[in-house]
Structure formats: C-alpha cells, structure tokens
C-alpha cells in the first residue's frame, strides 16, 4: 500500500521528533505491535487542508483505487485562463473519459477561500457596523455636549463681548478647550485600540490589526466633528446681543 504524507521532515522532527522519509513505513493503530504495511513514497510541502485559519495538520494520502469502497472525490485543476471559464472545459474532458463520471459542486479557489470565510466575515461585517454605529452615537453625543457647555456659558460670553472681546476671541475661547477635550480623549483611545489590537491580532486574517489610515481616519473625523460642535455654538454664541446674553439664564 503506498501514501504521500503531507508534512516534511523538519515540521514532523519539531513536533512529534519522528523522521519521516521515503520508504519508512508506518501504520494505523496506537498499540506497539501495529502493524506497518503502508509504505512512504513521497512527502510535499506544509499546506492548509480544511481552512485558511486551521493549523496545518499531519495528514497521510491515498491511492484512490486502493479504497476499498467508492467515495468522491476531489480534483484541483490549474489555468492560466479564467477560472469560470475553464468549467466547461473540465466537464468535456471529464465526460470524454467516462460520460457516466458525475461532475458537481465546480468552484473556484477563491470562492472556495470565500466560503472557508464566510463565519469570519459576517462577524466582521457585523463589527463594522456597531462600530459605524458607535462612532455616530459619539459624534451626536460630543455635538449635544459641546452645544451644551456654550450654551451654558452665554452669560460669560455676554460679558466678555461686553467687556471689548471681538468675535474670534470668543470663538478661539471654545475652541481651545475643545482641542484640549478632543486631544485627551484621542490619546487615551489611541493607546486603548493599541492594546485591544494586540489582544484580537490572533483572529485576524489577511489584515493587521494596526491600521495606520483606519485609526487616523477615525481621530481625523472624532477631531472634525468636535471642532464642528465647538465652533457652530460658539458662533452662533457670539452674534447674540451681550446686553441679552448679560441677561441670559
């Protein structure tokens, strides 16, 4: 009986310190006395067998006609024209070998890896659409906040325009407190997503999970929209009367 074992001999040596080579023989069973009648004919390279995230598994290979029963079977065909294209061209040939040889469930690599995925994706797409969610909450949330602070300090406002404050020293006023505001709460996030990205870097696949434009993408709009919220109110603040802002509770 021969077989390929899909594992090489430094990957075998590291894990089980068993050699593998061609012509060594080996055998199913756990007992000392197993007999051995399957002989080593080649060893390939590591590869992923049932998904992209599995680890690479110590797996033995088969003739096909040495099964002793009939079974499926799997077939990889290579291209150098587009895969869906080359469909019809496999079913041909298939048929010219034998027309009663069924031929089902064609796919491509990549639809094959899509499907591997699908688990990974849907949680990911979910993911991103909380975090959408989130980042709106927090943008609605710091325009409230900020159009509340102003609106709570319109009496200041009034007094200070009163006292010969123009206008941009009201607004660069708000502002400064709201770069200070904004900058802490992006530092303190900065390090929180460093620290969570390490701790998810293990379920990622294909990415990293430090994404330069994704995190600066996110504080460049938190940093927009705060200095958005701090400058309408406090403008809007500014163009009050300040004998009404005086009056102003």
């Known amino acids: 009986m021969l077989c ?13 310190q068993v050699r593998v080579r061609i012509g060594r023989h ?3 069973g756990i007992n000392p006395g197993t007999k051995t009648p399957i002989e080593i004919i080649g060893i390939v390279k590591d590869a992923k067998y049932t998904g992209v995230r599995d680890d690479i598994p110590r797996q033995v290979f088969f003739a096909y006609m040495e099964n002793d029963f009939a079974g499926s079977a799997v077939m990889y065909v290579r ?7 080359a469909f019809g061209a496999i079913r041909q040939v298939a048929r010219q070998l034998d027309a009663n040889l069924p031929i089902y469930n064609l796919r491509t690599l990549d639809h094959q890896i899509d499907q591997s ?7 990911a797409t979910l993911s991103t659409a909380f975090g959408v969610l989130a980042t ?11 159009a509340y602070t ?7 406002i009034g007094v200070r325009m009163a006292l010969g404050a123009v206008q941009g020293d ?3 006023l708000v502002m400064r407190e709201v770069l200070a505001l904004v900058g802490t709460g ?15 870097s293990s379920q990622l696949y294909g990415v990293t999970a430090s994404d330069p434009l994704t995190i600066a993408g996110a504080a460049g709009l938190l940093l927009f929209v705060a200095l958005l919220a701090g400058y309408l109110p406090a403008r809007r603040a500014t163009r009050v009367n300040p004998v009404l802002a005086l009056r102003y509770e």
Not at 79 to 85: F, S
Not at 137 to 143: D, N
Not at 150 to 156: D, F, L, M, P, S
Not at 186 to 200: D, K, N, Q
């Open 136 to 146: 709106l909450l927090a943008v609605i949330g710091l325009y409230g906040v900020m």
């Open 26 to 28: 080996i055998g199913f």
């Open 186 to 200: 992006i530092v303190l996030g900065l390090v929180a997503a460093w620290g969570l990205g390490r701790l998810i």
């Open 79 to 85: 291209t150098t024209n587009q895969p869906d294209a």
């Open 117 to 123: 995925l699908l688990n990974d994706r849907l949680i």
């Open 170 to 172: 009201v607004v660069w």
């Open 150 to 156: 102003v609106a709570r300090r319109t009496r200041e």
């Open 4 to 16: 390929v074992a899909l594992v090489d001999d430094r990957h075998l040596v590291a894990r089980r």
